[in-house]
């Protein structure tokens, strides 16, 4: 019996089960049914099989095939394919050897390398592809078509940062590196192998077949990322500038096929891009001139993840660096330039402290430890806030690292920093207004947006991160930090929006109040007697104010008006709709007592 039809069973039995397990999720007893024929048959011809009639078998398969590929485009309109994208997502590789990273460049003739292939050594980017790659990305340019597609494969690889990050720990590889393989792979699919885009449930069919050798089946997308990329010898590699970054993406595809054969810029890397136009690998084996690539090369990928900050802009020859930031899980996050669009004290706020650990203590004027704590207790891990690094800070802090995939002695760098301070990054996260955005508006954008990250006090009344962030660095007892919210909020906005702050930034309720008086931006409650006058004088965006006596005593952000009510976005507030509590809130609140202030 031949290789050949061996391979050919192989993959005929695959298909029809891929077939088969999607008819069984859309209850589609008929094509079920088929599949088992067909897998009958294809069995009955290889127990009929010998070199004899090699011919005649291949023959008898090659007629199942062409069944299997009518029920396999029947099976893609299901919704089963059409979440998971499996077939129409897979990056084929055609005839892959072993030691094709011993190809010196695209110039050469196309033949796969005779060299006997040295599994130990670690294949290294050629002088030749080195220029070619060069040479490609500097006159690279990307339609505005697929540019939109890339943000959006790079905004997932962002939300899914952290599981990138966690199967490369303690390797050299970029987490971003091992994310654009999993898009071209299998979609950004978890249910799949990295290798090549097969189930977790069985060993990979497709090339490179039967992995991971250890454990059995069925795998965790970790286990198998992790067997991947030793398998392609990514763990040794310690290069990541640019040629050899291409490089990677591009062996770990194939490099001696028939793009290099046909002189195409392969898709893996240049699709999406002027580079690369049709040619394509159908299927395992099987290439088509006439047909393009609808995927995002990994290329094009890289240049809009340094365009959108995911990678740190580089110089020629330099390594490529992730921006920390990331690790937040937010793209807009990496927008944030927190050295010059903020004051020190929300750089301070999230700027890794340095110099700490076990039996640290802060002194006088710092507060590493103890913002470490605050963070720590922030996101759940409980810990006293005493900027002393004792027993439980240290089980604490080890707990939160095993919880995001990371070891549990990693010191506390740029990345963990950001993950304990995502809250904070995503609230200060630009939101793109576009020109026609009022301010009102953009103030209710902002507010929503820092509600949504449940800001609060911690550690004593009005202290904490957050306090400090709207009160430029200040915290005690004693604060009221309502106007500090809102002044913070509005100067967010209107930052944003490339407008000054329509107003000083008073953290006194009274003073704003005064100031709005003299400037005629002051609405007295007392003129609000019907909801109609209520809805024509107040808007969305604008501030309420209590009174309390002759004075005001807290302020807050108006949402939404009502007849007799108004729904608020404040800070320094409680459940019960009472002042001086820890938190950043939405509540609704009466008319009754309450004045108003207008932006302008």
């Not at 609405?523 to 005001?552: E, H, Q, T």
Request: proline letters at 5%; charged letters at 25%.
């Amino acid at each position: 019996m031949t290789e050949d039809i061996i391979v050919t069973w192989q993959r005929v039995r695959a298909e029809l089960r891929e077939v088969y397990i999607a008819a069984e999720k859309n209850n589609d007893t008929a094509t079920m049914k088929r599949a088992d024929e067909l897998a009958a048959q294809a069995n009955k011809v290889m127990l009929e099989s010998s070199l004899e009639i090699a011919s005649v078998s291949a023959a008898k398969l090659a007629t199942i095939q062409e069944e299997i590929d009518k029920a396999s485009a029947a099976g893609r309109e299901w919704s089963p394919f059409k979440s998971i994208e499996d077939e129409l997502r897979r990056s084929f590789r055609g005839d892959i050897a072993d030691n094709d990273h011993l190809d010196e460049g695209p110039n050469p003739p196309g033949s796969i390398p005779l060299q006997p292939n040295d599994n130990s050594s670690i294949p290294v980017v050629s002088a030749g592809w080195s220029e070619n790659y060069r040479s490609l990305w500097e006159t690279m340019t990307i339609s505005d078509a697929w540019e939109k597609a890339a943000t959006g494969i790079v905004t997932k690889l962002v939300k899914n940062q952290g599981r990138y990050a966690a199967v490369v720990e303690g390797m050299t590889i970029p987490w971003w590196f091992v994310g654009v393989i999993h898009s071209m792979e299998s979609d950004m699919n978890f249910a799949t192998h990295l290798h090549n885009g097969d189930s977790l449930e069985e060993r990979t069919i497709h090339h490179p077949p039967k992995r991971p050798v250890v454990p059995d089946p069925p795998y965790t997308w970790e286990v198998s990322a992790a067997d991947a990329i030793h398998y392609e010898r990514l763990d040794q590699v310690t290069d990541w500038s640019l040629p050899s970054v291409l490089y990677h993406w591009h062996r770990y595809n194939g490099i001696v096929n028939e793009y290099k054969r046909r002189g195409i810029p392969t898709p893996y890397l240049w699709s999406g891009s002027q580079h690369y136009f049709k040619g394509l690998y159908v299927k395992d084996h099987v290439f088509d001139p006439n047909t393009p690539s609808d995927q995002v090369g990994a290329a094009v990928l890289l240049k809009t993840m340094i365009d959108m900050r995911v990678i740190e802009p580089f110089e020629a020859d330099a390594q490529l660096t992730s921006n920390p930031k990331a690790a937040a899980g937010e793209l807009r996050a990496l927008q944030l330039n927190l050295k010059s669009d903020w004051a020190n004290h929300a750089h301070a706020e999230l700027k890794a402290p340095k110099d700490i650990g076990y039996n640290k203590r802060d002194k006088s004027g710092q507060l590493g430890v103890h913002r470490l704590q605050e963070w720590l207790t922030v996101a759940e891990f409980e810990t006293p806030i005493d900027g002393v690094f004792l027993n439980s800070t240290r089980e604490q802090s080890e707990k939160f690292r095993i919880a995001h995939g990371r070891p549990s002695d990693m010191p506390i760098d740029e990345e963990i920093w950001s993950i304990l301070t995502a809250p904070m990054l995503r609230a200060l996260s630009p939101l793109g207004f576009s020109s026609s955005t009022s301010l009102e508006d953009a103030v209710l954008r902002v507010a929503i947006q820092h509600v949504v990250q449940k800001p609060r006090g911690l550690g004593g009344n009005s202290k904490g991160p957050w306090v400090r962030l709207y009160m430029e660095g200040s915290e005690g007892e004693d604060l009221n930090w309502s106007a500090g919210f809102v002044c913070f909020i509005v100067l967010q906005a209107a930052k944003e929006l490339g407008l000054d702050m329509p107003f000083a930034r008073r953290v006194l309720v009274n003073e704003l109040v005064g100031d709005a008086k003299n400037a005629g931006r002051f609405v007295a409650g007392s003129s609000l007697g019907s909801p109609a006058a209520r809805r024509s004088k107040v808007k969305p965006g604008s501030l309420f104010v209590i009174r309390d006596g002759a004075n005001w005593n807290h302020v807050g952000i108006v949402l939404k008006v009502n007849d007799t009510t108004i729904d608020t976005l404040e800070g320094n507030t409680g459940g019960d709709a009472g002042i001086g509590g820890a938190n950043v809130r939405s509540l609704n609140r009466s008319f009754d007592g309450k004045d108003f202030i207008n932006l302008f």
